[in-house]
């Protein structure tokens, strides 16, 4: 059976601590990667057919330094960081195919990647720019930095956003599906998961914790796929199919994870189809309110 879910440290590839891509059983479209001060002062990226933006997880920030197809200098830009994922937005470099790419992470970066064939030009964004919004209703609140939307990014192929779940709601509900095109209403894209998990930031618990959340994937037809999945900080998901969600905070824990989908449609867009046992949920939210949590703000 093709695997699909990966725990931290499975995933390393030379100074990268994690690398998704094509060299990868049964993926196609889409890739991400994560760079650690750590391992090597310096990550490079040769030119190819792929598009990414780049950002950091953790850290003070970056520097990334780029020359694109054709051009005969190379630019450099610093991009912000943040104390970690639950303290805001940051800057977002989005970069297209063909771009030779050298990252010096002062801590930890994010590339989230998509296969494209058509160069888009050079986007950096700054933090306080980032859409910030909200989902769901209730326990099923959560929020959306929404850097690689389709209104919000002018990119081929990728989309991405990342989403924070604080400590005992649940994300990807009602549970969906988009693995089948059917023009206007359901895309067919695969979808790349990396999560975080962090201890309650309204709590400063003495001993020692062990954060964690719970990931469920089934399938939606013929195509095997059965999932609960215990998931910890740097754990990485991949859905190529099927029905997916929630994405389960426990209490005590608050919970990001970063998607990134591409797949092979003639458009770049994002539709799902909801389970129709689930789907009612949505009906709830409107009584219910946002959770008075969010938005986290740094």
Known sequence: MTQWFYPR??????PW???VDQELPGWKHTGMRVADATDAPEFHIAPDGIERVIYVLQGTGAEVTYTLAGADESETVEISGRQSVFHGA???????????ITIRPHTRVMVVEAIASNPKPVQLRRAADVPRLLRGGGRSTRQIHDFGGEEHLDADRMIAVEVLVPAGNWSGIPTHKHDTYIPGKESN???????????D????????????AYFRCYASDERPSDELLEIRFGDVVLVPYGFHGPASAMPGYDLYFMNVMAGP??????LTTDDPRHDWIRDTWANEGPDPRLPYLA
């Open 90 to 100: 940051v800057d977002y470099l989005y970069l297209p195919i063909n771009t030779d």
């Open 189 to 199: 894209l695969e979808e790349v998961y990396y999560f975080e998990v962090a201890n």
């Open 265 to 270: 449609d003639p458009e770049r867009t994002w």
């Open 17 to 19: 601590e994690t690398v």
């Open 201 to 212: 930031r309204a709590y400063q618990p003495s001993g020692e914790t062990n954060p964690v």
């Open 9 to 14: 440290g499975t995933l390393r590839r030379g």
